[in-house]
């Protein structure tokens, strides 16, 4: 998988210090990856969840949602948020237009 938006995703992690190491781990998996779908995603990321018409993961536990769009036929994740459990919580990202 091709991840788009990488450097806004490091931009966006050194926010929270403690999420630097788990969204590293998180792309080291997802560069090599070839998911044709989100059951293959969940083989891996058994707590992936589809979001409207994203994906969300869980990172560093609980703690973090790591929300992407992930493009299956040309194998391309745009990166859109990373967010606190709480600011999750508070919906403003579904007021995304492609969500």
Request: with cysteine; net charge neutral; proline share 3%.
């Amino acid at each position: 998988m091709h991840l788009m938006s990488i450097r806004n995703l490091r931009v966006d992690a050194a926010r929270y210090p403690d999420v630097i190491e788990p969204v590293e781990a998180w792309y080291r998996v997802v560069k090599y990856a070839s998911w044709q779908n989100l059951e293959d995603v969940r083989q891996v990321y058994s707590s992936a969840d589809a979001g409207g018409n994203f994906t969300v993961f869980n990172i560093k536990g609980n703690e973090y949602r790591l929300i992407v769009d992930i493009d299956y036929q040309t194998q391309t994740i745009c990166y859109k948020y990373l967010l606190t459990h709480a600011d999750y919580n508070k919906d403003k990202w579904k007021n995304n237009p492609y969500f």
